[in-house]
């Protein structure tokens, strides 16, 4: 029996370049480059770690919803050793928040098949942290979030999972949805020849009628939060900043008693 | 008036500062309720009767500490039943944020993370204020469905003592027959530094690759020490080996949003202000007068922490006689 591990990944908005809201007050994808979220490359390290464990008796299959670009997250995760690749993708999934983007990708999930999901912790536009408990929630099975390590065996998956105030180890029956945190382990750069290969792998695309689901349930219309306002925070005036001649730590020291903290 | 229901975090008993502040946000919007689980809940009741708690509805199911996060989900949705409220309100930490999640696709609510504020709308329903993109925007937000499920981080509001009816019930929850699916199968306390934690911290001081070894962060902690501090530590630090991952301050770290942050030897890319952007007042010494973190600054040192810092602790032990 054969592991099935699906990954899923997000193309976001690059926290390098100038992140924004379009007028619709969605994220805005026109004015900044795209990327693989940096969060979800270690769960694609991580699927492919459990996969080598496996000794090839499991595949990686690379799951986003997105719009056409976020095909590009697909094809690095590929690049990174993943086996195939599925993209959802639908005009009607605009502007879908996170419980219609948790159904589109349970739905996909359950038909792509699957023992294991891993995700990334969160994303690194939204930051919400919730997909990974909403699909375990939605599909019925045992969720392992946060994990800072994790492994399968004999049809269980277990891993540590660090708190504020203990650091648990945890297990679960397959199947399972596990989220990892950066603390996982160094995702790996793909390799000339993994860029090569992924060429050729299969990318299949799906949009809402595949997946047997009613517009309405999804994008703006579908959505159970509304965002009514958007401000760029104004810019901090700019603060003094001096030169340590000697005396700057008793400088920093009377500033701190200017505004009370000492 | 109407109830609103607030999840408390609590440590064996102890309840945590950000439940308090949820306590205040709380009372813009109706009367809290306040539902305490696990190992210690029933001892949380005074303190929560003392900062406006109307009923406090305490389980200490064995089933918490044993499988993860679905218990919780379970008990809370039997809390909504009960008060049938107009919100729900958690303190955001990557649990509640879980738990508040589930619980919201079961009650068919949308959810909104990590607001920095709350207050009641024209309706009397919550608005969410959020910040985005690494404090570059602030956000309003509703939820339209459902009874709005809301996590609210640390330091966004004030603690106020007042007193609340503060009658105690018991919540017999029963647990879905998926509850056991996550164990624990074993839990090692973080051996606790004496610090305050560092989301809830009033100051924080972080110390970066400026450093320059892991020793050289006893300064930082006795600079956090001297003020009352927490210390938070830069995703160099930490993947430098120099602390623990526990106390990183960034994108992939902690945010928080403390009154004060001090950081040392951090340039302030974009992933570390991510994490600590929206901090009312900040101060950094870096060496580097061109390091990103000065055009955040109220107050800055360009020079070098090995001398401004214990300069600094020095003088702050001082002044504090």
């Not at chain 1, 399968?152 to 277990?158: K, L, N, P, R, Y």
């Not at chain 2, 020793?215 to 020490?225: P, T, V, Y």
Request: hydrophobic share 45%.
């Amino acid at each position: 029996m054969s592991l099935r591990i699906v990954v899923c990944v997000k193309y976001v908005p690059d926290a390098s370049g100038d992140r924004g809201f379009a007028d619709d007050l969605t994220v805005d994808r026109e004015g900044v480059d795209g990327l693989l979220s940096e969060l979800d490359e270690y769960a694609v390290e991580q699927a492919l770690r459990i996969s080598e464990a496996a000794d090839g008796d499991a595949s990686v299959t690379v799951l986003t919803v997105g719009p056409e670009d976020a095909r590009e997250a697909v094809r690095k995760a590929l690049s990174m050793g993943a086996d195939a690749g599925i993209h959802v993708e639908d005009d009607d999934l605009h502007g879908s928040d996170v419980m219609g983007t948790s159904l589109v990708v349970a739905s996909a999930v359950e038909r792509a098949g699957f023992d294991l999901v891993v995700c990334g912790m969160a994303s690194t536009d939204g930051v919400m942290g919730v997909l990974p408990a909403l699909l375990a929630e939605r599909l019925g099975v045992a969720q392992l979030s946060l994990l800072s390590e994790v492994s399968v065996a004999g049809g269980v998956v277990s891993g540590r999972r660090d708190g504020d105030v203990a650091s648990e180890v945890v297990e679960a029956e397959l199947p399972a949805v596990v989220s990892v945190t950066d603390q996982s382990g160094e995702a790996r750069y793909p390799s000339f020849k993994g860029i090569m290969a992924a060429k050729k792998k299969k990318v299949e695309s799906w949009d809402l009628e595949e997946l047997e689901l009613d517009a309405e349930l999804v994008g703006a219309a579908g959505a159970w939060t509304a965002v009514d306002g958007v401000e760029a925070r104004a810019a901090r005036s700019a603060g003094t900043v001096v030169k340590d001649e000697g005396e700057g730590g008793r400088g920093v020291a009377e500033f701190l008693a200017s505004r009370k903290f000492v | 008036m109407a109830d609103v229901l607030v999840v408390v975090d609590h440590v064996e008993g102890s309840v945590r500062k950000p439940t308090l502040e949820l306590l205040t946000v709380a009372r813009r919007l109706g009367t809290p309720v306040a539902v305490a689980l696990g190992a210690g809940a029933g001892q949380t009741a005074e303190v929560l009767a003392g900062h406006g708690a109307s009923r406090i509805l305490v389980s200490e199911a064995s089933e918490f500490a044993d499988f993860l996060v679905v218990p919780k989900v379970d008990a809370v949705q039997r809390a909504v039943e009960l008060v049938d409220p107009v919100a729900v309100l958690f303190v955001s930490s990557g649990e509640n944020k879980e738990i508040a999640a589930r619980l919201a696709l079961r009650l068919e609510s949308g959810v909104i993370t990590d607001a920095v504020d709350v207050e009641a709308g024209e309706d009397g329903r919550p608005v969410a204020v959020q910040s985005a993109f690494a404090a570059s925007y602030t956000t309003r937000s509703r939820v339209t469905r459902g009874i709005p499920v809301i996590t609210v981080k640390p330091n966004s509001a004030p603690v106020e003592p007042v007193e609340g009816a503060g009658a105690v019930e018991e919540l017999a929850v029963d647990f879905a027959a998926g509850v056991r699916g996550a164990r624990v199968v074993s839990r090692s306390a973080r051996e606790s530094t004496g610090r305050p934690e560092l989301t809830e911290a009033a100051i924080v001081v972080s110390g970066g690759r400026g450093l320059g070894s892991g020793e050289n962060f006893a300064l930082i902690e006795a600079l956090a020490d001297a003020l009352g501090g927490a210390v938070g530590a830069s995703r160099a630090a930490v993947d430098a080996g120099w602390y623990p991952h526990a106390h990183q301050v960034g994108q992939t770290g902690k945010s928080v949003s403390p009154q004060l942050y001090i950081a040392s030897g951090i340039s302030g890319a974009i992933q570390h202000r991510a994490g600590m952007q929206t901090s009312k007042t900040i101060v950094a010494i870096n060496k580097d007068a061109e390091a990103p973190i000065f055009d955040l600054v109220d107050y800055g040192v360009v020079g070098d922490l090995h001398t401004v810092v214990p300069q600094l602790t020095e003088e702050v032990a001082a002044r504090k006689g």
